[in-house]
């Protein structure tokens, strides 16, 4: 009902997730992805943006998470200190590339990971994010996505290849 459908297979959803944010919702997010990932022993999450659904939505179905730092690739941000995990991303809505950046301090072997994100569209972004999952050796238990956009192609693409 609240959504908005913009041009380029945008759906607008600023006034209850991406901007105004309604809390209880959130809340039920988060419940029901602890609910689906019950028995996992997800220590923590990770999200390319860092503010979306942090405390609400994924954050209850772990202690600890991850934002990642977003960047064009020439400015790494002078508060991700020490030495990164960098993965590129290429964005559905901006059609730009950006570098999405972890510190290596905070994901390691034995971690165990669950992805989340408001949208899922041609999956670029969360290939991203597995990717740097990978690269540090921690595990990544699956993915938690808010909405997905059934009609196009990432959901079916990262299925096959066996992400959750
Ligand atoms: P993907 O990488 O799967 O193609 O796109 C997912 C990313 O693009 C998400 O992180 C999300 O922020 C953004 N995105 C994709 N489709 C939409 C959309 O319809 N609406 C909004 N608001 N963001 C989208």
Redesign the pocket.
């Known amino acids: 009902k609240d959504g908005k459908v913009?041009e380029g297979?945008?759906?607008?959803?600023?006034s209850f997730?991406?901007h105004q944010m309604d809390i209880r919702l959130l809340d039920e997010i988060g419940k029901e992805f602890r609910r689906r990932f019950a028995g996992e022993k997800i220590n923590k999450t990770f999200d390319?943006?860092g503010i979306?659904h942090r405390h609400r939505g994924g954050g209850s179905a772990a202690h600890l998470t991850i934002a990642g730092g977003l960047c064009k690739k020439e400015q790494v941000p002078k508060n991700l200190d020490g030495e990164l995990y960098t993965a590129q991303?290429?964005?559905?809505?901006r059609g730009t590339t950006f570098d999405v950046q972890v510190s290596k301090k905070y994901l390691q072997p034995g971690d165990r990971v669950l992805i989340i994100?408001?949208?899922?569209?041609?999956?670029?972004?969360?290939?991203?994010l597995l990717d740097i999952v990978a690269q540090s050796g921690a595990e990544a238990v699956g993915c938690g996505i808010v909405?997905e956009?059934g009609f196009?192609e990432?959901g079916k693409m990262l299925r096959e290849r066996g992400v959750r």
């Open positions: 913009k297979n945008v759906l607008k959803v600023d997730l991406n390319h943006r979306r991303v290429t964005s559905f809505t994100d408001d949208f899922l569209a041609k999956g670029q972004a969360l290939l991203g909405i956009k196009q990432g």
